[in-house]
């Protein structure tokens, strides 16, 4: 699935990158506990989550994330804008809850390490 | 490459909003080197995870990467309160972060087992009172 197709299918706008939305992700993450993003997840490259701090942005990084979508409207300070836009990393907010976001993305074909278009 | 490759970073104990910037760096260097991004990951990983660590519990100390022939070798050094039970704290789920930690998206008592997942060798020395090292070893 491609990252603008992720932006049409949570109706969310995009922060920072928008150069990178037509890049194509395989899997993602809904998770609010970043240590457990750091030890579970393996080459998923979208982050969803209703947490806001740099923290966020730093794991991702870690993780060679491409996108992280903040769902519950949660906006980043644009100290976290500015770490993302320094990795290249794709920045969206959803007024999705994330239970919805994710099933959503589920839904539409983005389900774990399959590849799809 | 015979020579040791020695990076050093003093991590600021002060502002946990900025915890990770050394091991950002790391992440940078190592793939500057033309390593392998699985292996540049589970060093940055690690090597995150002892930085928020000695940033919550420690008020920041020192960390040294040192990349050898056949291995990377990480060294995190603070002079914090010490880990009363190494045992306990290796254990995932116990935790003495306090809450604005837990808000913050860690605190869950799953560094130090993260730590131990991604390297392949692990050792923790540390008195209470004194301070705490980790050294971790990710071979090549």
């Known amino acids: 699935m491609k990252i603008s197709q992720m932006q049409k299918l949570l ?5 920072c990158c928008e150069e990178n939305a037509n890049r194509h992700v395989y899997s993602a993450c809904g998770c609010d506990l970043m240590s457990d993003v750091l ?18 942005i730093r794991t991702a990084e870690m993780m060679d994330m491409i996108c992280i979508v903040f769902v519950r ?11 993302a836009r320094e990795s290249g990393i794709v920045l969206m907010v959803s007024d999705k809850r994330l239970y919805e976001a994710c099933g959503l993305l589920y839904q539409n074909g983005l389900v774990g390490n399959k590849v799809k278009g | 490459m015979n020579e040791v490759l020695n990076f050093h970073f003093n991590v600021d104990g002060n502002d946990f909003t900025s915890a990770g910037q050394a091991s950002i760096q790391i992440k940078k260097n190592l793939r500057r080197l033309g390593l ?24 920041g100390g020192e960390a040294d990467v040192n990349v050898y022939e056949d291995r990377i070798e990480i060294i995190l050094k603070d002079k914090g309160p010490g880990i009363e039970n190494i045992e306990q704290a290796m254990q995932e789920g116990f935790s003495t972060a306090h809450d604005q930690i837990r808000s913050l998206g860690f605190g869950a008592g799953m560094g130090l087992p993260n730590m131990k997942r991604y390297t392949d060798d692990m050792k923790i020395e540390s008195e209470v009172g004194v301070g705490t090292t980790v050294t971790m070893q990710v071979n090549l």
Not at chain 2, 36 to 59: K, L, Q
């Open chain 1, 11 to 15: 109706e969310a706008r995009v922060l």
């Open chain 1, 39 to 56: 030890a579970f997840v393996k080459d998923q490259a979208v982050l969803l989550t209703g947490l806001v701090n740099p923290q966020v």
């Open chain 1, 73 to 83: 409207s949660k906006v980043p300070s644009e100290e976290m804008i500015e770490l």
């Open chain 2, 36 to 59: 392998d991004p699985e292996t540049i990951r589970r060093v940055s990983i690690a090597m995150y995870e002892g930085e928020i660590n000695m940033v919550i519990h420690a008020h």
